[in-house]
Structure formats: structure tokens, C-alpha cells
């Protein structure tokens, strides 16, 4: 073992008595075992925003991350979440721990987002609901509850779908395959080979579907294609699991965002969700979210529930109490609530803005394509087509920074830089 040390020790005294030399190196063992861990390559979309960060170009735009900005492109605290803020600081409340399944009025309120407040399946208490850490810490319980009560069974995402599905599935020892969702002939949704491929699946599969506004692709099937689906898992035995991330990003509206998990638990079916305050209360670094489900019986929710506890318990303990507070004051309190709907409407409004403002721009500087599909695309993205190559060249040259999907997020753009981002767009379609 080869120990490498400095000669001339210069010792201090710290506060706790004990003694060490600043300008000495500390002892390294050559044979550690972490000289085997590899480099692991930045998360594909946590990645795009340090490289704008790091990135000195005037004109850079991080189209990346799907996080709302405002129309000077800064992050948005809503003023009801400020006016929350302000009434939990007031009230003072204690820094206790939380029971595992969380906060009970956010629990309450987070159910009531998803079904409505008077939906029989709450009367009926058969409905059951964990208080996790965002929709990314729900869709890990999930995870963790299809690995030890639905065995064997695969899950089933789409393709494309949000890069961290496949992490969180394949972390868990969870199988998954995709199904067919995106045509790039069309842009738009593949449904044969997405009700072909469901079709396909052995009974009894796990079927992630996107509860509204797309991730990549922000396409969605029509009112007719979710009947379809759904009636297409109860032939087949299948559980759908809705990751409902973007409920009021859609349309603007909560109630019309939660209609596709809704129809399917109308229909009979029990259903998973996984639930995120993080887009459409602007509570991205709060964690907030719910891992939720349907089942038929009160008797099966109470079993249900003690086992999304057991997996939460070993996973990080309890949830944290601060963001829950701000859903729950908000969704809980009628004119909060109705703040709150105003607010989500102006986000999904300027977002739709911009959309419009790109297809026109898009269309008078390469009127020979079809741009039709810019705002046909609902939510805060919208899929391009534009290839790896020609995503390089919207970075390199054009310092737009984006997934290598094609994906941009049209939160992050603004009336001003409409026509920027437009060239760009036609410069890597045409010449790259
Ligand atoms: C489809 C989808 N699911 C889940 C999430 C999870 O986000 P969070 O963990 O912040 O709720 C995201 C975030 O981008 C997403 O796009």
C-alpha cells in the first residue's frame, strides 16, 4: 500500500481539539475500490441547462427544462402560492415530522384535483393516497409497489416518453417495453401501433400513459381514442398508471387536464397515479406530488395504502411538510382555489401565444413545409422533427440549447425571441 504524504507538517488546532496540517495531503489508499466507478454522462435533460449556464453566447435560450418562465424569461412564483406562503408563515406551525403518508388536507385536496371533489370512488374510501416527493418520487413508489405485489409484469411506456420513465422502472427491477406513440411521418399520434402494441402486451400489463400534455411529444389521443384505450384495458386485464404532471397545462383548465384518468376510473377500472404540483403550482424544488390509487374496494385501499407506507418508509421516511402546506391551503380554500385557476389559465395562455407566434414566423420564413403541427401540440412542448444532427446545429450555431429529441419547451420562449428561434429552426431543417 503506497501512502503519500507531505514532508514539513504545519499543524493547526481546530475548535474541537483536534490537530491537522492545511498544506498537508491527506492520505489516498491506491487500491480503493471507487477507482472502478465510471463517469456517468449528465442527465440528458438536467444536462442542457448547465451547458446554457456555462454557455457566455447573448443570444442563448434554454429551451431545455420544462419549467415555466414569464415573458421576460425569469422563473414564476405564483402570487396565491406567495399569498399561501404568507398565511402558513403566520400561523406559525411546527417543523414536526409528518406521518408517512404525508399531510391529510393535501391528500384530500391532491384527490380532489385528480377526480372531483364529489366522485364516488372517494365516498366509497376506496381511493388510496401517499403524499410523496413530486411526481418523480411517486412514480418511484409506484415502481417499487409493481415490483413486490404486480411481479413479472412488464410496464409498458411509450415511445418516445420522459427519459427518467426508464430510469425509474429499470432502478426499481421493473420490466419495460415501449409501445408506439409518435409518427414522424404525421407528427402526431401513431394510434394503430399504439392500440396494436397494447394489444399485443400479455394480459394483466402495466400501461404508463401520460394523463395530459405529452412528454416529449405534447401530443395526445383525442376524447374517442382514450375511450378506445381504456376499454382496451379492460379487455386485456391491464392497469393503466397515469403520470399526471401537467394537470392545467394542457388546456388551461384542471378539470378538462384530468378527464383521460377520470373516464378511466368511470369505466370501472382500477387505476395508478402518480401526481406533481411541480409544473402547475410552480413548486418545481418543493417536491410535491402524490402517489395515488384507485382500487374497488375500501378494504383493498387500506391494504394498499400500508404498503405504499411500507415502500416510502424505507425510501426516505416522510415527506416534507412545507410545499404540501401551500397545496393544500390553496386547493382547500374556494378563493384561493379560483386565484390559482386564473393564474394556471395566464401560464397555459402565453405558452399558447407563443406557440401561434412560432407557427406564423415558422410558416413565413419556410412557407414549403407544414408547420400545422406547432400548435396542434398541446402543453409546455412542442416535438419538431429536427434530428440529432440538426439539434446540434441549433446549439452550436444558434446557441439554443434543447434536448436531442427535438423537444423544445416553449415556456422557456418569449414574443421577442420567437423569430430568432424561428430561423434557427429553418437554418438546421434546410441545411443540416
Ligand atoms: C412526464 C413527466 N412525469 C414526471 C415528471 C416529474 O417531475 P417532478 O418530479 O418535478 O414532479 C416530469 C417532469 O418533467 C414529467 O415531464
Not at 393516497?129 to 410523496?132: P, T
Given at each position: 500500500m503506497k501512502l503519500q504524504l507531505n514532508s514539513s507538517p504545519r499543524v493547526c488546532s481546530t475548535r474541537n481539539g483536534i490537530s491537522h496540517n492545511p498544506s498537508m495531503r491527506v492520505p489516498v489508499l491506491r487500491s480503493s475500490p471507487f477507482e472502478q466507478v465510471e463517469l456517468q454522462a449528465p442527465d440528458p435533460i438536467l444536462g442542457v441547462s448547465e451547458a446554457f449556464k456555462a454557455s457566455k453566447e447573448p443570444n442563448k435560450l434554454n429551451l431545455g427544462v420544462g419549467a415555466y418562465r414569464t415573458e421576460e424569461?425569469?422563473?414564476y412564483v405564483l402570487d396565491v402560492v406567495?399569498?399561501?406562503?404568507?398565511?402558513?408563515?403566520?400561523?406559525?406551525?411546527?417543523?414536526?415530522?409528518?406521518?408517512i403518508e404525508g399531510l391529510d388536507a393535501f391528500r384530500k385536496a391532491t384527490v380532489d384535483l385528480l377526480l372531483g371533489p364529489s366522485h364516488p370512488a372517494i365516498k366509497e374510501a376506496r381511493v388510496a393516497?401517499?403524499?410523496?416527493l413530486s411526481g418523480t418520487g411517486s412514480l418511484r413508489?409506484?415502481?417499487g409497489f409493481i415490483s413486490r405485489f404486480l411481479k413479472g409484469r412488464t410496464v409498458?411506456?411509450?415511445?418516445?416518453?420522459?427519459?427518467?420513465?426508464r430510469n425509474i422502472f429499470g432502478d426499481e427491477g421493473v420490466k419495460w417495453e415501449y409501445y408506439r406513440y409518435y409518427d414522424p411521418e404525421t407528427v402526431g399520434l401513431d394510434f394503430k401501433g399504439m392500440m396494436e402494441d397494447i394489444s399485443a402486451a400479455p394480459d394483466g400489463s402495466i400501461i404508463l400513459l401520460h394523463g395530459c400534455a405529452h412528454n416529449?411529444?405534447?401530443i395526445d389521443p383525442n376524447p374517442e381514442q382514450w375511450s378506445q384505450i381504456a376499454d382496451?384495458?379492460?379487455k386485456k386485464k391491464h392497469i393503466p398508471f397515469f403520470d399526471v404532471a401537467y394537470q392545467g397545462f394542457a388546456t388551461g383548465?384542471?378539470?378538462?387536464?384530468?378527464?383521460?384518468?377520470?373516464?378511466f376510473v368511470d369505466k370501472g377500472l382500477e387505476v395508478m397515479v402518480s401526481q406533481s404540483y411541480s409544473k402547475n403550482l410552480g413548486l418545481y424544488g418543493e417536491r410535491v406530488g402524490a402517489m395515488v390509487m384507485i382500487v374497488g374496494s375500501k378494504d383493498v385501499a387500506e391494504r394498499v395504502l400500508s404498503q405504499l407506507k411500507r415502500i416510502a418508509r424505507a425510501m426516505y421516511s416522510n415527506p416534507p411538510t412545507y410545499g404540501a402546506r401551500i397545496a393544500a391551503e390553496i386547493v382547500n380554500d374556494a378563493d384561493m382555489f379560483g386565484e390559482w385557476k386564473t393564474e394556471m389559465a395566464g401560464m397555459a395562455g402565453r405558452i399558447n401565444r407563443v406557440r401561434g407566434e412560432l407557427r406564423a414566423a415558422l410558416e413565413s420564413k419556410y412557407p414549403g413545409k407544414d408547420w400545422s403541427f406547432v400548435t396542434s401540440q398541446i402543453g409546455m412542448f412542442s416535438f419538431t422533427g429536427l434530428s440529432p444532427a440538426q439539434v446540434d446545429n441549433m446549439t452550436k450555431k444558434w446557441h439554443i440549447y434543447m434536448t436531442k429529441d427535438g423537444r423544445i419547451s416553449l415556456a422557456g420562449l418569449n414574443s421577442a425571441k420567437v423569430g430568432y428561434l424561428a430561423d434557427a429552426m429553418v437554418d438546421s431543417f434546410k441545411n443540416s
Open positions: 424569461l425569469k422563473p406567495r399569498k399561501a406562503e404568507k398565511k402558513i408563515f403566520e400561523a406559525k406551525e411546527n417543523k414536526e415530522y409528518l406521518p393516497a401517499l403524499q410523496s413508489v409506484g415502481a409498458y411506456i411509450s415511445n418516445p416518453t420522459w427519459g427518467n420513465h416529449p411529444t405534447g382496451l384495458c379492460i383548465s384542471l378539470d378538462a387536464d384530468a378527464a383521460a384518468p377520470r373516464l
